[in-house]
């Protein structure tokens, strides 16, 4: 799905190896995990039953059908698949309605790669419509967006990571990826981008080709330059 790079813009100006930032959505610059929690308690209740918080770290990060499956299957939910997604996706949007914040660092590292042209994508696994109102609430415009029900596999498989690469003009392994959680990490590792993982819900250990820090106060422009400095796993 990528394309190829001309061996002239395979570095940028300042010789820095770094093409572009692709960063997910909810839980790395919104603090809207636990929205989704909050929607998925909501609608399970309405439905008769109560979630155990230990299932939050399985559903958090994961694309729509999986966490809605994951419920169903656990908690012998009589709704169909489409119909729990519709109804996730509404309670979700009417509590973005509300206000949608910013994690602690968003804010400053998305006017920097602004004020630097840093070309930037939003990479995330929730629905196009999710996304759209999220994005009127950030202080960025980001270059595109990749939705999690406009591809065919979405996180943690690489292709969402890819698209985003690609629709940039930026080769992959160019990419410094801003994530929240494992499926998030995962996928964008397997598309070959360098990884900052900035935990929300779920501890995420360090790797080789990975950095794990506990806020994005902790990462600006500088950070991510070095972070593709260091030796490839």
Known sequence: MTSAIPASLARTADGSALGAVLLDMDGTLVDTEGFWWDAEVRVFADLGHELDDAWREVVVGGPMTRSAGYLIEVTGADIALPELTVLLNDAFEKRISEGVPLMPGAAGLLTELAAAGMPTALVSASHRRIIDRVLDSLPHDFALSVAGDEVPR????????????????????????????????????????????????????????????????????????ALMTEPRP
């Open 154 to 225: 979405t996180k943690p498989h690489p292709d969402p990571y890819l698209l985003a690469a690609q629709g940039l003009g930026v080769a992959p392994w160019r990419c410094a990826v801003v994530e929240d959680t494992a499926t998030g990490v995962a996928s964008a590792e397997a598309a070959g981008c360098r990884v900052v993982a900035v935990p929300s819900v779920a501890p995420i250990p360090a790797a080789p080709g990975r950095v794990v820090v506990d806020s994005l106060r902790s990462v600006d422009l500088a950070f991510l330059r």
